[in-house]
């Protein structure tokens, strides 16, 4: 693994390290559900780990093969502060998956992907709006007669999701991402090749 992936998966423990750490912290108590609670109660402030799972399509520069497949991992974040209905935090993930295609001589496939992202939103009490962006890393791997080659590209991602808010320290979410791996010389292609792929998803938070 390159030292990009090596950095951005150190950064991401880090955030799931503060994240466990800062449960000790005093961000806000959560008040219990009740029938007659008022509106704007809910509170997304503080740290939360969580896992998910979805699918990835999407295409290879240079080449016509078209890798998609299920993915799944891991995500850590914090929302740092809560001014209202906005609510300001940042992210990280890691993510297994088995997108993959082959079009003879050729496979291409994206077998590990992570982002580390800014996240800003608006919460109707206990449903979350938000946008999200930031850097975006992973691995392209190509197949030919038994050869076989691997880079760990850096870029970008950014998406849309929506957090509902199950329990004062459960919720759960869709995000749809659009991630772009670039470019990067492969000899058994003699071209540049990078990996961009649209993620639809669905996850589950626990919030500290």
Avoid: C
Wanted: charged share 10%.
């Amino acid at each position: 693994m390159s030292r990009i992936a090596l950095g951005a998966a150190a950064l991401i423990a880090a955030t799931g390290t503060a994240s466990v750490e800062a449960a000790d912290l005093y961000y806000g108590s959560r008040a219990p559900y009740t029938v007659n609670q008022p509106l704007n109660i809910y509170s997304w402030a503080g740290p939360y780990l969580g896992g998910n799972l979805g699918w990835a399509w999407g295409s290879v520069d240079n080449s016509v093969t078209r890798p998609s497949g299920f993915v799944g991992g891991a995500q850590a974040g914090y929302n740092f502060f809560q001014t209202g209905p906005w609510v300001f935090g940042v992210e990280g993930d890691l993510q297994a998956t088995g997108a993959s295609d082959t079009f003879a001589p050729w496979k291409f496939s994206n077998p590990w992907f992570g982002t580390v992202r800014g996240r800003a939103g608006y919460a109707f009490n206990n449903i979350l709006f938000y946008g999200t962006a930031g850097l975006a890393f992973g691995e392209l791997r190509g197949e030919t007669f038994g050869l076989s080659e691997t880079h760990t590209n850096a870029g970008w991602t950014a998406g849309l999701g929506a957090e509902f808010g199950l329990t004062p320290n459960w919720s759960t979410r869709f995000e749809f991402l659009f991630v772009d791996l670039s470019d990067s010389n492969f000899t058994i292609t003699g071209v540049q090749n990078g990996y961009h792929f649209g993620l639809l998803r669905a996850g589950v938070n626990y919030r500290f």
